[in-house]
């Protein structure tokens, strides 16, 4: 069963990462739209606001902002602050009642409490399909789970919406090394830090991966 897996993961992994430039974001690709509200225009006086924008538009918008800001960002500092104000705005889905049960979710995962968090994140993603971060937390629960093969499709989700999220690009990575697919993995960690270049982190599983995939001529 897990040589089938493997290959189902691998087949994925290669239409994920072949093609021009081999970006994450071909994995929307093969993922269904998310359902759009019409939203009002964006206000952007402040990139790093301490109110979030009610309108899914809005902060749509202001995600695009503040992701172009972190990738040009040449300060770690600065890059912090940036990403900070991002999973800021991850975090809200536009419903109370979502981001309540995210709260929980958080809660639970702390506590590894996979199978409840799994329960309330099965609700997440039926009550708001457009909200990335359920798919990238889901996603995150499979992993913990060895559930490899829902953990990516719950990522190309996630993906989908937001090709930037540089956590689930990042967690995209982390299921490849895991399943074996190290050249996979490294494209996945370099897309990440295209995105966010001062995740130290992936900088650091990016070079480790790099010596050994490379150095063995793959």
Not at 9 to 20: C, E, N, P
Not at 68 to 75: I, M, P, V, Y
Not at 107 to 119: G, I, N, P, S, T
Request: charged letters at 30%.
């Amino acid at each position: 069963m897990m040589s089938l897996l493997k290959r189902t993961v691998l087949a994925v992994t290669v239409a994920v990462f072949t093609g021009l430039g081999a970006t994450v974001a071909g994995i929307a690709q093969t993922a269904p739209e998310p359902p759009r509200k019409p939203q009002n225009k964006p206000d952007q006086k402040n990139l790093l606001l301490k109110e979030v924008p009610d309108a899914a538009k809005d902060r749509k918008q202001l995600l695009k902002d503040l992701y172009t800001r972190l990738g040009q960002s040449e300060d770690g500092e600065n890059s912090k602050m940036v990403a900070t104000a991002i999973e800021r705005l991850w975090l809200h889905s536009g419903s109370d009642t979502v981001d309540l049960l995210m709260k929980r979710v958080g809660d639970l995962m702390v506590k590894e409490e996979f199978d409840v968090a799994l329960q309330i994140l099965d609700s997440v993603v039926e009550m708001a399909p457009d909200f990335p971060e359920g798919w990238n937390r889901r996603a995150a629960v499979y992993f913990q789970k060895k559930d490899y093969g829902k953990s990516l499709e719950n990522l190309r989700y996630a993906l989908a919406i937001d090709p930037s999220h540089y956590k689930a690009i990042q967690g995209l990575g982390l299921l490849m090394q895991e399943m074996g697919e190290k050249e996979a993995a490294l494209r996945a960690y370099r897309e990440a830090l295209k995105v966010h270049p001062h995740m130290d982190d992936v900088r650091q599983s990016e070079k480790e991966l790099a010596r050994e995939v490379e150095g063995q001529g793959i």
